[in-house]
């Protein structure tokens, strides 16, 4: 007698769109705060926490996409939300998109996901000044920007928190034709480690989150335009699928939830273990510039 196969290769499929593996209400009464949380991958980790019960303040640059994203998730949980436009390179409108958070509802928030981030590939010696500091500004600086004035309000009142900062599997191994990137994501997974030790006596939580390639409406042309070079991407990884962002999701609510209250410091990776791959041999080495499309470099 033999099993027959009744998936495909691969990773199996995760459950629909909707499902969850934490309580129904486990985030009643509670108000996260996601930056970037108008589209893409933050608008996906926000709707896993509408769909538990969270009040939502989302912030972003763009008022209309904030207030698509507004009139989207509010129906999942039947609760509360929120929207600011803010550029969090700012810190006294980061300050403002805080009040205007308590504001609207009525809480400081109780969890914070660092979802906003800046990039698009490049061949590092075409980098620019300015695009390494808009890089930098938006993925290190503003997370801590944002970071910092959500720890403030609760050391100052005495309340616990929850941060959770959205990183990249190129902070530990180096991001070429992503020199600005990696850089600043390195910078924000040592933000987790070294603010967790400062913060855990006061009962804030600080973790990271990674997500592999999971294709989505806000990716920039330039990674849409690699990914079309590439061709089938789920065939390039070891789960033999893209991830779905809905699974960054569940990912985001179970590390914010009081199921992970002695987590903190760490880095959860959901890539289908793409990062650790290997070949026996080693892969060809291909030249950043080719990879691009690009031609020889000249001055």
Known sequence: MTDEATDPPGLPAPPPLGASALAPGTYDGRVVLVTGGGSGLGKAIAAEFARLGAELMLVGRTAARLEAARLALAPLG????????????????????????????????????????????????????????????????????VTREFARRHLAAGTP???????????????????????????????????????????????????????????????????????APGGRQPALRVGLPRELGWAATFLASPYARFVSGHTLVVDGANWQRRSVVGDPVVPVREQLGRGRFEV
């Open 78 to 145: 039947g609760t509360r939300v929120a929207a600011a436009v803010c550029d969090i390179r700012d810190p006294e409108a980061v300050a403002g998109a805080f009040d205007a958070c308590e504001a609207a509802l009525g809480s400081r928030p109780h969890v914070l996901v660092n979802n906003a981030a800046a990039n698009f590939p490049v061949p590092a010696e075409e980098l620019s000044p300015n695009g390494w500091r808009a890089v930098v500004d938006i993925t290190l600086t503003g997370t801590w920007f």
């Open 161 to 231: 928190g929850s941060v959770v900062n959205v990183g990249a599997s190129y902070a530990w191994t180096g991001g070429p034709g992503f020199a600005h990137s990696a850089a600043a994501k390195a910078g924000v997974k040592n933000l987790v480690e070294t603010l967790a030790v400062e913060w855990g006596p006061y009962g804030i939580q600080v973790n990271g989150l990674v997500p592999g390639l999971m294709p989505h409406e806000d990716m920039t042309a330039g990674i849409r335009a690699g990914l079309d070079r590439a061709g």
